[in-house]
């Protein structure tokens, strides 16, 4: 079993930064790939971006490639996802979620295991 705690979001100004956290803790971190995934109202949860279990290989969706920035820091037991020139439409609930090993399908949600509470991120124009 892993608990994952996000925390770091609010409220921000089109062009604004954020960055958002997720603590994890039970089984190893450093077992498991992680992910962040949004999800807005009337909208079907999307995948934003994914990391190894190393950090060594990273992934991302178009939506947010060169705006967003996941990383990890597993003496922390921590995910964070960096967003950087947020807009209007990156408004929604944010999700991290960990898998057991592995790094292939990153975009399926099906492929974790493991999923945080969410964390609500609304941008303002």
């Known amino acids: 079993q892993v608990q994952l705690v996000e925390s770091g979001g609010g409220l921000v100004q089109a062009g604004g930064s954020l960055r958002l956290s997720c603590a994890a803790s039970?089984?190893?971190?450093?077992?498991?790939?992680m992910g962040w995934f949004r999800q807005a109202p009337g909208k079907e949860r999307e995948f934003i971006a994914a990391?190894?279990?190393?950090?060594?290989?990273?992934y991302y969706a178009d939506s947010v490639k060169g705006r967003f920035t996941i990383s990890r820091d597993n003496a922390k037991n921590t995910v964070y996802l960096q967003m950087n020139s947020l807009k209007p439409e990156d408004t929604a609930v944010y999700y991290c979620?960990?898998?057991?090993?592995?790094?292939?399908?990153?975009?399926?949600?099906?492929?974790?295991?493991?999923w945080g509470q969410g964390t609500q991120v609304t941008v303002s124009s």
């Open positions: 979620a960990a898998r057991r090993n592995g790094f292939t399908e990153v975009a399926d949600t099906g492929m974790y295991d493991y």
């Open positions: 039970g089984r190893t971190f450093r077992t498991y790939a």
């Open positions: 990391i190894s279990w190393s950090g060594g290989s990273t």
